[in-house]
């Protein structure tokens, strides 16, 4: 499980025209499952997500979390988080979990984050041609890893 962290201003997700999941200052998350991703790493790595200090306190520092702000969070699944691009000039996407195990894990760990948070959470589209858009705030941006 590979997830992509951004501290973001407002973000939004659009599907053929039509917005799946929007939210205000918070998280954007890109999510990419591997395979052998279990319940185990996708509770520890929520939590993690949760409880990481990256938004500002009063005096400026990083250090409150998105639970401590009540920031929101839209999770995008994005199976390109795990390409492997060590051989040639074509990613190879054979890491990445195929849609019968991936989308599982997915719904799985939109569910954990929003039972952490105690509030929904805004989510793309599965499998859909996406387009992010986003306000990224700092520029924060943080890779979590199984």
Not at 45 to 67: P, Y
């Amino acid at each position: 499980m590979r997830l992509v962290l951004q501290r973001v201003r407002y973000a939004r997700v659009t599907v053929e025209g039509r917005v799946t999941g929007q939210i205000g200052p918070g998280l954007l998350v890109l999510a990419g499952f591997a395979p052998d991703d279990d319940a185990a790493s996708l509770d520890r790595l929520a939590r993690k997500m949760v409880q990481l200090r990256i938004f500002a306190d009063e005096e400026g520092k990083m250090n409150r979390s998105v639970q401590d702000v009540g920031g929101e969070v839209l999770v995008v699944s994005q199976f390109t988080l795990l390409a492997d691009t060590r051989k040639g000039n074509r990613p190879s996407y054979i890491g990445a979990a195929p849609p019968p195990v991936a989308v599982p894990l997915y719904e799985q760990f939109v569910q954990l984050v929003a039972g952490l948070l105690g509030r929904p959470v805004a989510t793309g589209e599965f499998g859909a041609d996406m387009q992010v858009e986003l306000l990224n705030d700092g520029p924060v941006t943080i890779v979590l890893d199984n």
